[in-house]
């Protein structure tokens, strides 16, 4: 999700291939195991995405509620006080996908804080 994340920030132009299309499960088992979430958590990101940056949600995204509520991690959410704070804090995808995160969570951050243009400008 990470990953996303960086690209969706670093290349604007191409988001709309990045989104296009629904990602796959790989493998048949992945039915059975924790990798089940794994499409309702990569909807909930792109949904959060799309709608922090004013991009168009794709359709999709609406078909990968989790029907458990969990985090990006696939950790089941309880009721303290820290997932409470989560659930307030999360971007509003979270809610419909019932897979919760903080924002920060899906914000681009690169090393040093700036990224090089070309390996000339840095001076080391």
């Known amino acids: 999700m990470t990953q996303l994340a960086k690209d969706w920030a670093q290349m604007p132009r191409l988001r709309d291939?990045?989104?296009s299309a629904s990602p796959k499960r790989l493998r048949w088992h992945h039915r059975f195991t924790p990798r089940r979430r794994d499409l309702a958590r990569i909807a909930a990101v792109v949904h959060a995405l799309c709608d922090r940056d004013?991009?168009?949600v794709p359709d999709w995204v609406w078909e990968h509620?989790?029907?458990?509520?969990?985090?990006?991690n696939s950790w089941p959410?309880?009721?303290?006080?820290?997932?409470?704070?989560?659930?307030?804090?999360a971007p509003e995808a979270c809610a419909y996908h019932n897979v919760w995160f903080d924002p920060r969570d899906i914000?681009?951050?690169?090393?040093?804080?700036h990224s090089l243009t070309r390996w000339g400008s840095f001076k080391g």
């Open 65 to 72: 509620p989790s029907a458990k509520a969990i985090y990006l």
């Open 107 to 113: 914000e681009d951050i690169r090393v040093h804080g």
């Open 54 to 56: 004013g991009h168009p």
């Open 17 to 19: 291939a990045m989104i």
């Open 77 to 89: 959410v309880e009721d303290d006080a820290y997932d409470q704070h989560i659930r307030r804090t």
